[in-house]
């Protein structure tokens, strides 16, 4: 599996991005898709996650002001996100999950695309 991030940029606060992450390769056995974040100095964390033919999370941090979704003809993901604020200055990173058994999990991962918002 493949994943290819892009969408991110610069931004000034208030303003809105939307993020792609494409998948290739064999991805018939991906039963979820999320994007992650990472920031300097911090750790890599959730963003908003999509299980197949199940309801979203989102961060508390996020929630209500992004969104996420997926065209599954085009194997895409989004990320919707507005009211940006510099807090959300990261890497976002796509991740698909791939089920190997019970409570058993494969993570893929894109290669990151940089989101910077200005005061």
């Known amino acids: 599996v493949q994943l290819q991030a892009s969408g991110g940029g610069l931004v000034q606060a208030g303003g809105s991005l939307r993020l792609s992450c494409v998948a290739s390769g064999n991805t018939f056995s991906i039963n979820a898709m999320g994007w992650y974040r990472q920031a300097p100095g911090k750790e890599r964390e959730l963003v908003a996650r999509l299980p197949f033919g199940d309801s979203t999370t989102y961060a508390d941090s996020v929630r209500g002001r992004f969104t996420i979704s997926r065209d599954a003809a085009r194997n895409t993901l989004y990320l919707q996100m507005n009211s940006l604020k510099p807090e959300d200055t990261a890497v976002y990173y796509c991740?698909?999950?791939?089920?190997?058994?019970?409570?058993?999990?494969?993570?893929?991962w894109g290669q990151g695309t940089q989101v910077t918002v200005s005061s």
């Open positions: 991740n698909a999950e791939w089920p190997l058994g019970v409570g058993v999990i494969d993570h893929y």
